[in-house]
T-cell receptor, first 112, second 116 residues
Framework: GNSVTQMEGPVTLSEEAFLTINCTYTATGYPSLFWYVQYPGEGLQLLLKATKADDKGSNKGFEATYRKETTSFHLEKGSVQVSDSAVYFCALSSGGSYIPTFGRGTSLIVHP | DAGVIQSPRHEVTEMGQEVTLRCKPISGHDYLFWYRQTMMRGLELLIYFNNNVPIDDSGMPEDRFSAKMPNASFSTLKIQPSEPRDSAVYFC??????????????FGDGTRLSIL
């Protein structure tokens, strides 16, 4: 079956630091990969996605590259802000299913 | 465009009472999902519908939980009778099947449920 593994949180950084949140997956076929972000008191919202190998998704300064050889989709940002403090979820959909598989989420705390 | 709309945003009620959560999906979306989120268990899929038909309710924790989708623009999740362990944030999400499994889900802002 499909599965997504994310690094445990919380990740605590100072403002302007470099961010990496690791995500690896197991899936049948050729999945689409997603990162969602959940701000306090809100629902999850799509941050970025990639639908085939070597694609790079990007949004709001965040990037993630679909690496089929390492089955990874790590999230990166060069310089985080306090406003990036949130929970980040890695997810995938595959095999003709419209039902995504989510990781457990990684909490990011950015200090001024 | 309006997103997924959930009501109420907060619900506090006493154990044993019936609770009804409501969701209006994005117009044109053919999938609707109900999730529960807690610190202990994370995000759990409870049930999902396709074209208003329930497809998989294996995530519904007990018979006390039921969900309906009478039309394409409305769904309810009901808990009767409610128990303190049902306290959680309940999310509704919708998606469009479109060209394949590359379509993301769109989440509402959730209902924070507290059962005393």
């Amino acid at each position: 079956g499909n599965s997504v593994t994310q690094m445990e949180g919380p990740v605590t950084l100072s403002e302007e630091a470099f961010l990496t949140i690791n995500c690896t997956y197991t899936a049948t076929g050729y999945p689409s990969l997603f990162w969602y972000v959940q701000y306090p008191g809100e629902g999850l919202q799509l941050l970025l996605k990639a639908t085939k190998a070597d694609d790079k998704g990007s949004n709001k300064g965040f990037e993630a590259t679909y690496r089929k050889e390492t089955t990874s989709f790590h999230l990166e940002k060069g310089s985080v802000q306090v406003s990036d403090s949130a929970v980040y979820f890695c997810a995938l959909s595959s095999g003709g299913s419209y039902i995504p598989t989510f990781g457990r989420g990684t909490s990011l705390i950015v200090h001024p | 465009d309006a997103g997924v709309i959930q009501s109420p945003r907060h619900e506090v009620t006493e154990m044993g009472q019936e609770v009804t959560l409501r969701c209006k999906p994005i117009s044109g979306h053919d999938y609707l999902f109900w999730y529960r989120q807690t610190m202990m268990r994370g995000l759990e899929l409870l049930i999902y519908f396709n074209n208003n038909v329930p497809i998989d309710d294996s995530g519904m924790p007990e018979d006390r939980f039921s969900a309906k989708m009478p039309n394409a623009s409305f769904s309810t999740l009901k808990i009767q009778p409610s128990e303190p362990r049902d306290s959680a944030v309940y999310f509704c999400a919708s998606s469009f099947s479109g060209t394949g499994h590359n379509q993301p889900q769109h989440f509402g802002d959730g209902t924070r449920l507290s059962i005393l």
